[in-house]
């Protein structure tokens, strides 16, 4: 990577690492970043993941989004556009949409390794990788 200052366009976004249920734009991948854009369709539920040594911020454009995560996913977190989330290191949650409007959302990874660990489901008690 050079030290120029760089545009990406919608049109140079890539597809990003597939989970079921989401679409993920990457726009950025470093050794230590991933940035992109992450669509979740109204009434759809992605598979179970974690984002491994990653730590990830969401900042949720429009729509809206439920995060849950924890033992057994039953920590529930409802964001919507101009809301933040944070989901730390190893922490195996499955994002939905429960509106009627497409959730639109930026996803900032600071870390190293697979930026995306899809799983069968949330572990009894809270994963954490990396730490």
């Not at 366009?9 to 990003?16: A, L, N, V």
């Not at 009434?43 to 949720?60: D, K, R």
């Not at 994002?95 to 009894?124: K, M």
């Amino acid at each position: 990577m050079t030290d120029a200052v760089r545009r990406i366009t919608p049109e140079e976004r890539t597809e990003g690492a597939p989970t079921p249920g989401m679409t993920r734009e990457q726009a950025i991948a470093t050794d230590a970043t991933w940035s992109g854009i992450v669509l979740t369709e109204p009434g759809m539920v992605s598979g179970w993941h974690h984002h491994g040594a990653y730590e990830t911020t969401i900042y949720v454009l429009s729509g809206t989004i439920r995060m849950e995560s924890g033992p057994r996913g039953r920590d529930v977190v409802d964001a919507e556009a101009g809301d933040f989330v944070y989901v730390p290191r190893g922490a195996i949650h499955r994002e939905s949409n429960p509106g009627d409007e497409r959730c639109r959302a930026v996803a900032v990874r600071s870390g190293s390794g697979e930026p995306v660990i899809n799983v069968e489901g949330p572990a009894s008690a809270e994963f954490r990788r990396g730490r």
